[in-house]
C-alpha cells in the first residue's frame, strides 16, 4: 500500500527515535563507561590493559552491525514487531547481567555479545518499518529519527558520570536497564502496513510456511552494480570511525588532565550530530535519486580530517571546536543511510540491503578501536592512532564519488530494455493482425459465394 505519510507512523515515528537513543546513546557513551572499567578491573602491572578494555566497547558496537544481515532476514520472515520486542529483551537481559560480573573478560560476553545483538534486533527494524508510513518525508523523518541518538549522546555522559561517582559502574548498568524496557514497550508500536514473507506464505489461514532460501538470503541486492559499491565502500571508510569515541575520553586525560571536563566533548559530538541529522536529513529530500551519496563523501573527507586533527589540538577549545565539526558531519553521513538504500535497491528488498551494508561495517568498526588501544599501550601516546584513523574515511569517500554516475547508467540501461520489449511486442501484434485480415477474407468470400 501506499505509505500514508503520517497517522500512526508519527507514534512509530517517536518509538524508533528512543530506539536510536537508546541503542547507540549507550554505545556513543561507552568513552565514560571505558575510563570506568580501566579503573574497576585494570591494573598497574597490566601492559595491555587499554587493548583489553577497548575490545568491550568495539565489539559491542561491531555486534550492532555484525548481526545485522541475520537481523535482515528474521525481519522479512516475522515482521518489524516481534523481531524489535525480542531484541530488546534479549538486550535488557545481556545488559543486567553485565552488572553482576567481577572481571573484565565475562564483559566480552553479557556486554559484547549479548546486549549488542538485542540492540541489534531491535535496532535495524526502526528504520525498515520507516518505509512503511513514509515515502515522500523519509528523508525528514530519518533525520528526526536518528537525532534520537544525539539527545541521548548529550545528555547521558554526564548522567553517567554522576551515577558512577554516587553509585558505582554497576548499579549504573542496572539504571541504563530501565532505557531498554521502554524500548522493549516502544517495539509493540511497529504495525506493519507491508506483508511479511510469513503472512506470504501462509496466506489466511497463517500457517508458516518456511520460504525458498533465495527468499530468505537475497543475495540479488549484490547484482546492483551501485550498491555493491556502497556496500564496500563505506565499511572501507569505517576502519577509524569509532576510535575517537572509545579513546577521546582517556586521551583527553591523558593531555591535559583531569583540569577539564572532558564530557563536554561527547556534548559537542550529540548536539552537532542532532543538528545535522535534522538538516542533511531534509536536505536529502531535495537531492535526486543516487546524487544523495554526494553528501556521505562531504561527509566523510571531514570526518576523517577532524580526527587527523585531534593530537594536532594542545587547548581544549580547539578540541571542543573539531568535536563540534566531527558530530555535525556524524550526522549527516548515518541519516541519509537508509533513503540511498532505497534510492539503490528499491522498497522490496532495502530490508536485507541495510541488513548486508551494516553487516560488512561490523568488521572495521570492531578492530578500529583496539588497534588504537594497542598503539597506545605500545607508544604512551594517541597520536599516531588518531592520525591513522583520519585516513580510511577519505579512501572511502572517494570510492563513494563512483556510485552517482554508475547508478545513472544501470537506470539508462534498465528504461532501454522495456522499449526494446514493446517495440517486439508492438510487432508481433501487427504481424498477427496481418495474419488475421489475410485469413478472414477468403473466409467471408466464400460466406458470400453460398
Same mark, same amino acid.
Given at each position: 500500500?501506499? $505509505?500514508?505519510?503520517?497517522?500512526?507512523g508519527w507514534v512509530v515515528m517517536l518509538a524508533a527515535m528512543w530506539c536510536n537513543?537508546?541503542?547507540?546513546?549507550?554505545?556513543?557513551?561507552?568513552?565514560?563507561?571505558?575510563?570506568?572499567?580501566?579503573?574497576?578491573?585494570?591494573?598497574?602491572?597490566?601492559?595491555?590493559?587499554?587493548?583489553?578494555?577497548?575490545?568491550?566497547?568495539?565489539?559491542?558496537?561491531?555486534?550492532?552491525?555484525?548481526?545485522? $544481515?541475520?537481523?535482515?532476514?528474521?525481519?522479512?520472515?516475522?515482521?518489524?514487531?516481534?523481531?524489535?520486542?525480542?531484541?530488546?529483551?534479549?538486550?535488557?537481559?545481556?545488559?543486567?547481567?553485565?552488572?553482576?560480573?567481577?572481571?573484565?573478560?565475562?564483559?566480552?560476553?553479557?556486554?559484547?555479545?549479548?546486549?549488542?545483538?538485542?540492540?541489534?534486533?531491535?535496532?535495524?527494524?526502526?528504520?525498515?518499518?520507516?518505509?512503511?508510513?513514509?515515502?515522500?518525508?523519509?528523508?525528514?523523518?530519518?533525520?528526526?529519527?536518528?537525532?534520537?541518538?544525539?539527545?541521548?549522546?548529550?545528555?547521558?555522559?554526564?548522567?553517567?558520570?554522576?551515577?558512577?561517582?554516587?553509585?558505582?559502574?554497576?548499579?549504573?548498568?542496572?539504571?541504563?536497564?530501565?532505557?531498554?524496557?521502554? *524500548?522493549?514497550?516502544?517495539?509493540?508500536?511497529?504495525?506493519?502496513?507491508? $506483508?511479511?514473507?510469513?503472512?506470504?506464505?501462509?496466506?489466511?489461514?497463517?500457517?508458516?510456511?518456511?520460504?525458498?532460501?533465495?527468499?530468505?538470503?537475497?543475495?540479488?541486492?549484490?547484482?546492483?552494480?551501485?550498491?555493491?559499491?556502497?556496500?564496500?565502500?563505506?565499511?572501507?571508510?569505517?576502519?577509524?570511525?569509532? /576510535?575517537?569515541?572509545?579513546?577521546?575520553?582517556?586521551?583527553?586525560?591523558?593531555?591535559?588532565?583531569?583540569?577539564?571536563?572532558?564530557?563536554?566533548?561527547?556534548?559537542? *559530538?550529540?548536539?552537532?550530530?542532532?543538528?545535522?541529522?535534522?538538516?542533511?536529513?531534509?536536505?536529502?529530500?531535495?537531492? +535526486?535519486?543516487?546524487?544523495?551519496?554526494?553528501?556521505?563523501?562531504?561527509?566523510?573527507?571531514?570526518?576523517?580530517?577532524?580526527?587527523?586533527?585531534?593530537?594536532?589540538?594542545?587547548?581544549?577549545?580547539?578540541?571542543?571546536? /573539531?568535536?563540534?565539526?566531527?558530530?555535525?558531519?556524524?550526522?549527516?553521513?548515518?541519516?541519509?543511510?537508509?533513503?540511498?538504500?532505497?534510492?539503490?535497491?528499491?522498497?522490496?528488498?532495502?530490508?536485507?540491503?541495510?541488513?548486508?551494508?551494516?553487516?560488512?561495517?561490523?568488521?572495521?568498526?570492531?578492530?578500529? +578501536?583496539?588497534?588504537?588501544?594497542? *598503539?597506545?599501550?605500545?607508544?604512551?601516546?594517541?597520536?599516531?592512532?588518531?592520525?591513522?584513523?583520519?585516513?580510511? +574515511?577519505?579512501?572511502?569517500?572517494?570510492? *563513494?564519488?563512483?556510485?552517482?554516475?554508475?547508478?545513472?547508467?544501470?537506470?539508462?540501461?534498465?528504461?532501454?530494455?522495456?522499449?526494446?520489449?514493446?517495440?517486439?511486442?508492438?510487432?508481433l501484434e501487427n504481424e498477427s493482425t496481418l495474419v488475421s485480415d489475410t485469413t478472414?477474407?477468403?473466409?467471408?468470400?466464400?460466406?458470400?459465394?453460398?
Open positions: 500500500p501506499e $505509505p500514508p505519510e503520517g497517522g500512526w537513543g537508546a541503542v547507540f546513546g549507550i554505545q556513543n557513551s561507552c568513552g565514560v563507561l571505558f575510563v570506568s572499567m580501566l579503573r574497576l578491573f585494570g591494573s598497574s602491572d597490566d601492559e595491555q590493559l587499554v587493548f583489553k578494555t577497548a575490545w568491550v566497547s568495539s565489539l559491542s558496537m561491531g555486534m550492532v552491525f555484525f548481526c545485522s $544481515p541475520i537481523v535482515s532476514i528474521f525481519t522479512d520472515l516475522f515482521g518489524c514487531r516481534k523481531v524489535a520486542v525480542i531484541g530488546a529483551a534479549v538486550g535488557l537481559v545481556g545488559l543486567l547481567s553485565s552488572s553482576f560480573v567481577s572481571t573484565i573478560e565475562p564483559l566480552y560476553f553479557t556486554y559484547g555479545i549479548l546486549f549488542a545483538c538485542g540492540c541489534s534486533f531491535a535496532y535495524q527494524p526502526s528504520l525498515v518499518i520507516l518505509g512503511h508510513y513514509f515515502k515522500k518525508r523519509l528523508g525528514l523523518v530519518n533525520g528526526i529519527v536518528t537525532a534520537g541518538s544525539s539527545l541521548f549522546t548529550v545528555s547521558l555522559p554526564f548522567l553517567l558520570r554522576v551515577l558512577i561517582d554516587s553509585v558505582d559502574l554497576y548499579n549504573t548498568l542496572r539504571v541504563l536497564c530501565i532505557l531498554m524496557f521502554v *524500548l522493549f514497550l516502544a517495539g509493540f508500536t511497529y504495525k506493519p502496513l507491508a $506483508p511479511n514473507t510469513k503472512d506470504k506464505e501462509g496466506g489466511k489461514k497463517g500457517k508458516f510456511k518456511l520460504p525458498p532460501a533465495k527468499k530468505i538470503c537475497n543475495f540479488s541486492v549484490f547484482k546492483v552494480l551501485s550498491y555493491r559499491i556502497w556496500a564496500f565502500g563505506i565499511p572501507a571508510a569505517l576502519f577509524g570511525y569509532f /576510535v575517537p569515541y572509545v579513546h577521546l575520553m582517556n586521551h583527553v586525560k591523558d593531555r591535559f588532565g583531569d583540569s577539564v571536563p572532558e564530557e563536554v566533548l561527547l556534548l559537542c *559530538l550529540g548536539i552537532t550530530s542532532g543538528v545535522g541529522r535534522l538538516i542533511f536529513g531534509r536536505v536529502a529530500d531535495y537531492i +535526486p535519486g543516487a546524487k544523495k551519496i554526494y553528501l556521505q563523501v562531504a561527509s566523510f573527507f571531514f570526518i576523517g580530517l577532524m580526527s587527523m586533527m585531534i593530537p594536532l589540538c594542545n587547548v581544549f577549545g580547539a578540541l571542543v571546536a /573539531v568535536c563540534l565539526f566531527m558530530g555535525l558531519f556524524d550526522g549527516c553521513f548515518i541519516c541519509i543511510m537508509a533513503p540511498i538504500a532505497f534510492e539503490l535497491v528499491g522498497a522490496q528488498d532495502v530490508s536485507q540491503a541495510i541488513g548486508f551494508l551494516l553487516g560488512l561495517m561490523s568488521v572495521p568498526m570492531t578492530v578500529g +578501536p583496539p588497534i588504537a588501544g594497542l *598503539l597506545r599501550d605500545k607508544l604512551g601516546t594517541y597520536d599516531v592512532a588518531f592520525y591513522l584513523a583520519g585516513v580510511p +574515511p577519505l579512501i572511502g569517500g572517494a570510492i *563513494l564519488c563512483f556510485i552517482p554516475w554508475v547508478h545513472e547508467r544501470q537506470k539508462l540501461k534498465e528504461r532501454a530494455k522495456p522499449v526494446d520489449g514493446e517495440t517486439t511486442e508492438k510487432m478472414e477474407k477468403p473466409v467471408k468470400e466464400l460466406d458470400s459465394g453460398f
